[in-house]
């Protein structure tokens, strides 16, 4: 017995050992477990990649890519969407030649969720693991942890999902997802445009309102400056009465109060400026209370459920930067519908419930886009040099053009974001109308 | 002693801080920098977090409360007004302790608090402080702040100097503090609240006292390491800072390194700190949190005590393992990652402490893991082993010799001991005492006073009020009417620790002895907290004397558990005595003992009244009492029946009646001949 | 009116956390253990019942079928182990957190990390309510509160006059004493035990009905949860039933009058000041567990 209890915890020990002796094998001979050891070692044949094969293999020593994502922990309800779209990604760039004729490696590590995991990780992919290059892990949060890190070290950090743009200070961030310098104004000045061409625009609304770094400020404007306005200040300039202004906690689980009182106000509009599941949790307690609002908008929510709430949610708008409509699809071209495809049919692979590819992986791909073409116009791996060849020749995009980052804007460009519809049982781009797949439908 | 400690913390410390300029030098990479600010942050909030939970037994789950209130202190006053950064370090501490205080006060006043609804009170912490900090537009109001880069102080090269230095400055506080509270009145107050709370307030321990300082040590260094936290994200929201990080990680880190030992939370922070990042950069981060749960489990199960107490015990192998492997690494450049060496050496020293072996110590395989018993400590004064436990030590008294003493005895102990008659100076005068327990009245105008040299024998049927009496005698209840005076002095009212200072201490009709320390230190303990505040060696010393008073020295060593019901009875003697008492109250210290036992602890009781210590005797074997009482007190329904000395009272009929019923009343034979009269 | 409609839906919802408190009360007062792993079990056969309706077309309320004798099972060997293992009531929070954080990335690996909810075609009751009068009953709120009744009168009625229920009750409140009666405290701790991972399920089969799942929710219940089995007096079904009820009423109500930011501030408060004049819970104690070290 007492000979048990001495061991067992030993035995633990040396298999963790064992376990970490392993795990630290993967980390040094190859970059990572993921994407990177699937890339083709160089000089090997491509494997059996869609991506049109083009240019000679890449040769000579990889150029590693490092970051992190939320692998675990909260916020991987989402970070597996950019991990996937990473991993297509640099298969892609290998498969066409990689980036300075050298194969490209994507070290990707977890940074759990947790906020300060995530600047040691990017000291340590920088000036441990001597990557090449970094792109930037996801949410708002972490990203701005990881910009301290790529600042101080002078790395360029092109990132997905960030768009509070006064935030991001770092002369080298490039965002890959814009809802302009101000996201505040632009925001509900999108919506409301879009709304005013139905026959009969909304004339009240309710905003309700996730009260978290990444939705508050949406609503409120921001919260140092009386100048800069947000939702509720733009509805009321535009003649627009504000009828109720609900803020609800993060992670809130009671939505029957807040239905109430959004059904008790009955507004033309109800403006929910959201994360997550919020809406969806939100719509349902609406309708246990028999209440449908005429139009409702959500802004950053999670696209799977709200479709999985049927007839419930028709008609339901969002943001969007690119929807796999087939006639957006088809204005793109084949290699867009090939990126499309290969990514659903890898998503549904990797176990995920919702495997369209939208917002979050077109922000993605571009980011590792701005990556790729920062380093092919500066031609070499010089920080600096990437830095400046982005400022003065920008990126070519597949899904956003070519474009132009002003330091003045935080490197924030004109935003081209649309608004999403449910139409039908899916989601349809409907605004601005030059990129609508779909007319918007009022109720 | 504790110099020579401090010495090693303060060399281990100048180690540390000058890694950043030799960096360079060493062909380290910067994010050493960065992962050394995480172990040594984590190691602040470990360590911190320790002293309360770990040392008094209180477990805390508002370490991550105080941490963020700390982080919106800094980041509050950095990035909305204009702070300099170092400035709010020790402001945030401030802030963070206030709030532990709060906490506190509140919790520490309850009477009633147990372990798991203070645990629970403080999980509540982060619930009530996160939507006043999300409601309140001038602390967040939703939006989150961004905390400005610090200026970097000039012989500094950048930020991560800056955070390492920081965070190795918090650590070496938290480390310093537990160190030295280990080895002082401090921690060693905590240590008896976690073994027995009542016993430590009744021996002068203040308790209260002592959780309030404490609590505010582990707010402040939490606060402080919030600061250096504040930097690191850059951005802080109140839903990325109030979650359950913080108080479940340092609740791990503590586990596994060993909540006993000063630097247990530290070991264990390098520990999880290193095994996390090796996860999380490994592309095994699916089982992250599977090996740390599993480490949980398995520790709290199997080990409890932690690593630190079994690397301890094979110190030397352990050094040379973790150092070989990692010489070994270095030197053939199997692995480049200095997290790797650290990693795989630590992880094959704990192997090696846990590798089944020798035992070192033949009896007690678990070694007394709380306080430890100064290294190789040799045991002074004992005697040889095998000696039986009745056996009588110090034989410096002749007159202690074991068996029934005839009743002359009595007299003659008594001649030597004091002087009778009114001009003996009364110590505890109790007047028209009254105790009621809801509509129960457990005493009724008891009035009683204890002279010095007296020996006064309290006896009376079950439920006749003489616990109530002594523990109201000894403030741990409190009278509903009449007065108390000590010396003098009024001390209804006082706190129990109060009272033992005024020189009343008592036994325990159970012993509650404290249970992770030695029976040496049992009684060191109540030394420390005595009248005049003693440290810990001289307190040591000094307990020899007591333990050879009542018997024990040869058992100085020992752990209570492994010494029987009788000699943990006199070793609560023993302790009740080291508090340097005028009147000692013996709450039954004779119950459930054999004969021969019962025989020698009336020699023990003798010899300490012959020191010159008035005694309250309260038992039931009226032989014992009859042998060895000056005046004997019969109480009875919360009255006092008769009072006199022993003959006369025992021959009153009102007492025979009263212990006996009618029947025996009428027997001639003397009532004390019975044995054990009441029920146990 | 809007405030009577709120503190009813609010009342509703508690009877959901009053069925994922009860096992946790129970197994607290009954067997000295604060298992944390009962979050774990929660959120396991909350996605159990997704996928069962999802990937085999069950009716969500059906799969209580599986999900009880599941986590019944997984309940009834995780107290064994605690008993074999001599836990603690202190080291089984230790013990169980580990459990929890393990099943939690388990539960990750298997569903992933995204967010899982029942489609509105296999799950009619989300969406769905009872109209009585003036006042509205949600559908998943209505039906947990029934369940939590339910099991509530049953464990009442099972403690006070079966057998194994007075067993019980001896055994909580002085082991020995019980066991010198010939009380076989293992078998019925690990029944309890079992019994308490089966209320689990009932929790998780309603949660899953009326909420969206990724697997670190079972944190954000540690919250409310802990208030109710202390409101309610750990130990005490019945008050484990009306703290569900006066907790999710006030946060409804706050809501309403205040902000929904702010009705932590005032739930949480209210816990403080019950643990401190209160702390055997709200309903008077009749025996049982006390407060102890």
């Not at chain 1, 106000?265 to 246990?288: C, K, T």
């Not at chain 2, 795989?344 to 020293?349: K, Q, R, V, Y």
Request: hydrophobic residues 50%; aromatic residues 6%.
């Amino acid at each position: 017995m007492q000979r048990q209890r001495h061991s067992a915890p030993g035995a633990a020990l040396a298999f963790i050992l064992v376990f970490a002796l392993s795990a630290c094998g993967t980390t040094t001979t190859s970059p990572s477990s993921d994407a990177a050891s699937e890339a083709p070692p160089p000089g090997s044949e491509a494997p059996e990649s869609q991506a049109p094969a083009s240019a000679a293999a890449p040769t000579g020593d990889p150029i590693v890519i490092g970051s992190t994502l939320s692998l675990t922990g909260p916020f991987a309800a989402t970070a597996g969407l950019h991990q996937i779209a990473g991993e297509m990604f640099v298969e892609r760039l290998n498969a066409s030649g990689g980036l300075l004729g050298r194969p490209v490696e994507w070290q990707l590590l977890d940074d759990e969720s947790v906020q300060e995991n995530v600047g040691p990780l990017y000291d340590r992919l920088i000036t441990q693991e001597g990557v090449d290059l970094i792109i930037g892990p996801y949410a708002t949060p972490n990203i701005i942890a990881a910009m301290g890190a790529a600042e101080r070290h002078g790395y360029v950090m092109p990132q997905h999902t960030a768009v509070h743009a006064l935030l991001m200070t770092y002369e080298c961030q490039f965002p890959a997802w814009s809802l302009g310098p101000e996201p505040n104004v632009f925001m509900p000045n999108e919506l409301f445009d879009a709304l005013e061409t139905l026959d009969n625009p909304p004339e009240s609304i309710v905003a309700v309102t996730n009260a978290g770094g990444s939705t508050d400020f949406i609503t409120r404007g921001l919260a140092d400056d009386p100048d800069d306005p947000g939702l509720l200040a733009i509805a009321e300039e535009r003649g627009i009465e504000v009828l109720a202004d609900i803020p609800y906690p993060p992670g809130n689980a009671e939505w029957g109060p807040i239905a109430q009182q959004v059904a008790d106000a009955n507004p033309d509009a109800v403006i929910m400026n959201s994360l997550g599941i919020e809406s969806a949790s939100l719509i349902e307690a609406m309708e246990q209370l028999d209440y449908r609002p005429p139009i409702m908008f959500s802004l950053f929510p999670a696209p799977g459920p709200l479709l999985g709430l049927g007839e419930a949610a028709d008609g339901h708008l969002s943001v969007s930067v690119f929807e796999p409509n087939e006639s957006l699809i088809d204005a793109k071209g084949d290699e867009v519908r090939a990126i499309v495809e290969e990514f659903q049919s890898r998503a549904e692979e990797a176990g995920l419930p919702y495997t369209a590819f939208e917002t979050q992986a077109t922000s993605s791909w571009t980011a590792w886009e701005i990556l790729a073409a920062g380093v092919e116009a500066a031609g070499s791996l010089d920080q600096e040099a990437i830095c400046d060849a982005l400022h003065t020749d920008g990126a070519d995009t597949t899904f956003h053009g070519h474009l132009t980052f002003d330091p003045d804007d935080n490197n924030f460009w004109p935003s081209d974001q649309g608004i999403k519809q449910i139409q039908d049982g899916d989601w349809v781009m409907v605004w601005p109308e030059d990129i609508a797949a779909a007319e918007l439908r009022g109720p | 002693m504790i110099w020579r400690g401090l010495a090693g913390i303060g060399l281990a410390v100048v180690g540390l801080a000058v890694l950043p300029w030799v960096r360079e030098a060493l062909d380290l990479p910067v994010f050493l920098l960065a992962f050394g600010t995480l172990v040594l942050t984590w190691t602040a909030l470990a360590t911190s977090w320790n002293i309360l939970s770990g040392y008094s037994g209180y477990f805390s789950f508002g370490q991550g409360g105080f941490y963020g209130v700390g982080l919106y202190t800094t980041a509050v006053l950095t990035g909305r007004h204009e702070w300099n950064f170092l400035a709010t370090v020790p402001l945030a501490g401030l802030v963070a302790a206030v709030l532990g205080l709060l906490v506190g006060i509140v919790a520490f006043r309850l009477r009633t608090l147990s372990g798991e609804v203070f645990a629970l009170l403080t999980l509540a912490v982060p619930f009530i402080v996160a939507p006043i900090a999300r409601l309140n537009p001038s602390i967040d109001g939703g939006q989150g702040i961004t905390v400005p880069v610090p200026e970097i102080p000039e012989p500094l090269n950048g930020f991560q100097d800056l955070s390492f230095l920081l965070s190795l400055a918090i650590a070496a506080i938290a480390v310093v503090v537990a160190y030295v509270a280990q080895r002082t009145r401090l921690g060693w107050g905590l240590f008896a609240i976690r073994d027995a709370e009542g016993v430590a307030e009744g021996l002068g321990v203040p308790t209260f006292r002592s959780k309030m300082v404490a609590i505010a040590i582990t707010a402040g260094i939490a606060g402080m390491a919030g600061s250096v936290g504040a930097i690191q994200v850059g951005y802080v929201t109140v839903e990325g800072t109030f979650n359950l990080q913080v108080p479940l990680f340092v609740i791990v880190m503590s586990v596994l390194g060993g909540r006993l030992h000063w630097l247990g939370p530290a070991v264990g922070a390098l520990f999880i700190v290193t095994l996390r990042d090796r996860l999380a950069t490994s592309g095994f981060e699916g089982s992250s949190l599977i090996v740390l749960g599993a480490i949980l489990v398995v520790f709290v199960v199997l080990a409890p005590e932690g690593l630190v107490p079994r690397m301890r015990r094979r110190l030397v192998p352990v050094l040379v393992t973790v150092a070989g492997v990692v010489a070994l690494l270095v030197v053939t450049g199997l692995r480049q990652d200095p997290v790797d060496w650290l990693a795989l050496g630590l992880l094959a020293g704990a192997v090696v402490a846990f590798l089944p072996g020798i035992r070192r110590r033949a009896s007690g395989e678990v070694e007394p893991v709380g306080p430890p018993v100064a290294e190789g400590e040799p045991a002074e004064g004992e005697p040889a082993e095998g000696e039986p436990t009745e056996g009588e030590p110090t034989a410096d008294e002749p007159a202690a010799a074991p068996g029934v003493l005839p009743a002359e005895a009595t007299e003659a102990t008594d001649a030597t001991a004091s002087q009778r008659g009114p001009t003996r100076e009364p110590i505890v005068v109790a007047t028209d005492l009254t105790k009621q327990f809801g509509g129960v009245r457990a005493l009724h105008g008891v009035s009683l006073t204890v002279a010095e040299g007296e020996l006064i024998g309290l006896v009376g049927p079950n439920g006749s009020g003489k616990t109530t009496l002594v523990n109201l005698l000894s403030g741990l209840l409190r009278p509903s009417s009449g007065s108390i005076s000590v010396g003098g002095v009024d001390i209804v009212g006082l706190p129990p620790h109060r009272i033992a200072h005024a020189a009343v201490a008592r036994t325990y009709q159970i012993p509650r002895p404290f249970a992770s320390m030695t029976v040496r230190d049992n009684v060191a303990i109540a030394i420390m907290f005595g009248r005049s505040p003693t440290d810990l060696e001289s307190a040591r010393a000094a307990a020899e004397e007591h333990l050879a008073l009542v018997g024990l020295a040869h058992l100085a060593d020992a752990l209570p558990g492994e010494i029987n019901l009788h000699e943990r009875q006199l070793l609560e003697m023993a302790r009740a005595l080291a508090t340097r008492p005028r009147v000692l109250l013996l709450d039954e210290a004779l119950a459930g003992l054999n004969p021969v036992e019962v025989d020698n602890a009336v020699g023990v009781v003798r010899r300490i009244h012959a020191s010159g210590v008035a005694i309250v005797l309260v038992e039931h074997l009226l032989r014992v009492v009859n042998q060895l009482a000056t005046r004997i007190v019969v109480l009875d329904h919360g009255r006092i029946l008769a009072e006199g000395d022993p003959a006369s009272v025992m021959s009153d009929p009102e007492v025979i009646r009263a212990y006996l019923g009618r029947r025996a009343a009428g027997r001639s034979e003397p009532a004390y001949e019975q044995r054990g009269l009441a029920d146990a | 009116m809007i405030f009577v409609q709120a503190a009813l839906t609010g009342v509703l919802v508690g009877g959901l956390y009053a069925l994922m408190a009860i096992g946790m009360s129970l197994a607290w007062g009954m067997l000295r253990v604060i298992n944390l792993a009962h979050f774990g079990l929660i959120l396991f056969s909350a996605y159990l019942t997704y996928a069962l309706t999802t990937d085999v077309g069950l009716d969500p309320l059906l799969t209580v079928v599986v999900t009880v004798p599941v986590t019944f099972l997984i309940g009834a060997a995780i107290q064994w182990g605690y008993q074999r293992f001599a836990v603690s009531e202190l080291s089984s929070l230790l013990v169980s957190f580990g459990l929890l954080i393990m099943g939690i990335q388990l539960i990750s690996n298997v569903w992933k990390a995204d967010f899982r909810r029942l489609a509105a075609d296999v799950n009619p009751y989300a969406t769905g309510s009872l109209t009585i009068g003036p006042l509205v009953f949600p559908m998943p709120t209505l039906i947990a509160s029934v369940a939590a009744v339910t099991l509530v009168v049953l464990i009442h009625l099972v403690l006070a006059r079966t057998y194994v229920g007075r067993a019980l009750r001896a055994f909580a409140e002085d082991p020995p004493i019980a066991a010198a009666f010939g009380i076989d405290h293992r078998r019925l701790g690990v029944l309890l035990g079992g019994a308490a991972g089966a209320t689990a399920a009932v929790a998780g089969t309603l949660f899953a009905i009326g909420w969206s799942l990724t697997p670190s929710t079972a944190f954000e219940w540690f919250g409310v949860v802990f208030a109710v089995v202390i409101l309610g007096g750990i130990g005490n079904v019945l008050g484990t039933l009306l703290a569900g009820a006066l907790v999710g009423g006030i946060a409804g109500v706050m809501t309403i009058a205040w902000s929904s930011v702010a009705a932590p501030v005032v739930v949480y408060s209210l816990v403080v000041l019950a643990l401190l004049f209160r702390p055997n819970g709200l309903l008077p104690r009749r025996g049982g567990h006390g407060g102890h070290r």
